[in-house]
């Protein structure tokens, strides 16, 4: 599978709300996950290690949220054994607060597998 060819099924999957199936698939066992600094201010790590961390990270984020009103994510852009897609929520937390967010993510595939993620928001 070519990268690009991954990057198609991630953005498909993601459309449909299969993150799951994206986790499924995709991600590699020894995945590393990397947060902005300014992330540990809301109790996100900024480096993570292994699909279980990963996944375990994603379900503690899934637990705060209340509704997600909308979602997007971009289709992807290609370069090399990278790719990269723009996405964001807008979403209402357990607490009440309303939250829009945005962000750029840049995946790193080997093997057919997502070997690195990178945030920036």
Known sequence: M???ELANCYYD???QRQVTEIYQQFYSAD????????AL???VPTLTKGIEAVLAKSKARQEIIAEVHSFFCSEPV????YFSVAMG???T????QRLQLAEIAVFCVKDD???SETFFY
Do not use: S
């Open 113 to 115: 597998k997502i070997i």
């Open 93 to 96: 937390l357990k607490n009440g």
């Open 78 to 81: 290609v370069g090399g054994n």
């Open 41 to 43: 201010a809301m109790g």
């Open 89 to 91: 929520r807008d979403m």
């Open 13 to 15: 999957l993601f459309q």
């Open 31 to 38: 995945i590393v996950c990397t947060e902005p600094e300014h």
């Open 2 to 4: 070519t990268t690009q």
